[in-house]
């Protein structure tokens, strides 16, 4: 029995659901050319970053300590192998020797906040891959199978291999896009985890030096 209504109900889900078909590709086509610019950057990232060892960590909180003065300090960070915005983050911290150690201490954790934000907005990009790029698969093959399966009924064989391969290839762009945002991410995640944590350890270090100078002089 088919009630009334009902046939007008599924000829627009159809038409609603076959009008995302292009849609969805152009967001996968999207996905993937990110995916592989991201995939491009991740692996320039890889041979650039230098790894900074516990030696290493000691050897410039002993530098950092051992200094009888900011501009001192700030030459040491400068000459170590810390990234760039390592460097920026402690030599800010540095130059406010001037002012209060709890304010310092705040500006400190702000700085560092700063830099995991920034990490954290690094990632999220792939993240939406990882969450996004196999659900745009499984719509790009989905939408084709309705068509498919109307021409399989009517016996045009041609129609039907069309709607599967559209349906195979959006799942395995999908997959892909989603695959490589999942390798990105978890090892920029690792690094960056890392990287906070030498950060923190340093900053801890340099803040104990600039009250002992403050309290010196």
Same mark, same amino acid.
């Given at each position: 029995?088919?009630?009334?209504?009902?046939?007008?109900?599924s000829? $627009?889900?159809?038409?609603?659901?076959?009008? $995302?078909?292009?849609?969805v590709?152009? @967001?996968?086509?999207?996905f993937?050319?990110?995916? @592989? *610019?991201?995939?491009g950057g991740?692996?320039?990232?890889?041979?650039a970053?230098?790894?900074f060892?516990?030696?290493?960590?000691?050897?410039?909180?002993?530098n950092?300590? %051992?200094?009888?003065?900011?501009?001192?300090?700030?030459?040491k @960070?400068?000459?170590?192998?810390l990234?760039?915005?390592?460097?920026?983050?402690l030599?800010?911290?540095?130059? %406010?020797?001037?002012?209060?150690?709890?304010?310092?201490s705040? $500006?400190?954790?702000?700085?560092?906040?700063?830099?995991?934000?920034?990490?954290?907005?690094?990632?999220?990009?792939?993240?939406?891959?990882?969450?996004?790029?196999?659900?745009?698969?499984?719509?790009?093959t989905?939408?084709?199978?309705?068509?498919g *399966?109307?021409? $399989?009924?009517?016996?045009?064989i041609?129609a039907?291999?069309?709607?599967?391969?559209?349906?195979?290839?959006?799942?395995?762009?999908?997959?892909?896009?989603?695959?490589?945002?999942f390798?990105?991410?978890?090892?920029?995640?690792?690094?960056?985890?890392?990287?906070?944590?030498?950060?923190?350890?340093? @900053?801890?270090?340099?803040?104990?030096?600039?009250?002992?100078? %403050?309290n010196?002089?």
């Open positions: 029995m088919i009630i009334f209504g009902s046939e007008v109900l000829n $627009l889900l159809y038409l609603i659901a076959q009008s $995302l078909l292009i849609p590709i152009v @967001v996968l086509l999207i993937i050319i990110y995916a @592989v *610019l991201s995939l991740f692996i320039t990232e890889r041979f970053r230098t790894k060892d516990v030696d290493k960590i000691e050897q410039l909180i002993r950092i300590s %051992n200094s009888s003065n900011p501009q001192e300090m700030k030459e @960070v400068d000459e170590s192998d990234s760039a915005n390592q460097k920026i983050v030599i800010k911290i540095i130059s %406010n020797y001037d002012i209060g150690p709890k304010s310092r705040a $500006l400190a954790t702000k700085l560092i906040e700063e830099e995991e934000l920034n990490f954290a907005s690094k990632t999220q990009k792939t993240d939406i891959l990882v969450r996004l790029g196999p659900t745009m698969g499984l719509m790009g989905l939408i084709p199978l309705g068509p *399966l109307s021409a $399989l009924g009517a016996g045009d041609t039907l291999a069309q709607s599967l391969t559209i349906a195979f290839d959006t799942t395995v762009t999908g997959l892909a896009a989603g695959s490589i945002g390798m990105v991410s978890r090892y920029r995640k690792k690094w960056y985890a890392d990287d906070l944590s030498i950060l923190e350890a340093i @900053v801890e270090s340099t803040l104990e030096s600039l009250d002992n100078y %403050n010196g002089n």
